[in-house]
């Protein structure tokens, strides 16, 4: 079987939009392409997909991190393959390019954050070099023009 591996395009959103939905984050083409344009213009993040006879079966998304605290990092923003090519070292590989795409900018670490539910996801980054440094709670609030600082 042979898997190509490319930066992704704007073309690839429809696709992207219906694996992100296996993921668990149901979004429509328009939403897709929309964030897609704005994170392809960033020199600090990258997309890679992987691609079966023409058809893009899974992507991920990586960028840079910069906090006051930490030394800089990449972080995985999302990885998803297709379920139906799963447990083919797709993941992995998109992951490596991943890699391979940090340490080309000077970024010494990379880091993925995943739901404690997802136990294949967590098994998966086990198994593919990724140590376990702690657990932690998000938290979010939704913003609206009512929201200001100056309360």
């Known amino acids: 079987m042979e898997i190509t591996f490319r930066k992704a395009s704007a073309n690839d959103s429809l696709v992207i939009a219906q694996l992100s939905s296996q993921l668990g984050y149901p979004a429509k083409e328009n939403q ?7 994170i392809l213009a960033q020199e600090d993040h990258i997309v890679y997909v992987a691609e079966y006879t023409g058809k893009v079966i899974g992507w991920v998304h990586a960028h840079a991190r910069y906090l006051i605290e ?22 992995k590989k998109l992951v490596n390019y991943c890699e391979d795409w940090a340490i080309s900018l000077g970024f010494e670490e ?35 023009s009512k929201t200001l600082a100056c309360k």
């Not at 897709?32 to 704005?38: M, P, Y």
């Not at 997802?118 to 198994?127: C, Q, S, V, W």
């Open 70 to 91: 930490s030394h800089p990092y990449i972080e995985i923003g999302g990885l998803i393959v297709d379920s139906h090519f799963r447990g083919q070292s797709i993941g």
């Open 32 to 38: 897709i392409i929309e964030r897609l344009i704005k």
């Open 110 to 144: 990379i880091r993925v954050r995943t739901n404690e539910k997802r136990l294949e996801t967590l098994k998966f980054y086990d198994n593919i070099g990724f140590e376990h440094t702690k657990s932690q709670h998000v938290f979010k609030k939704v913003l609206s």
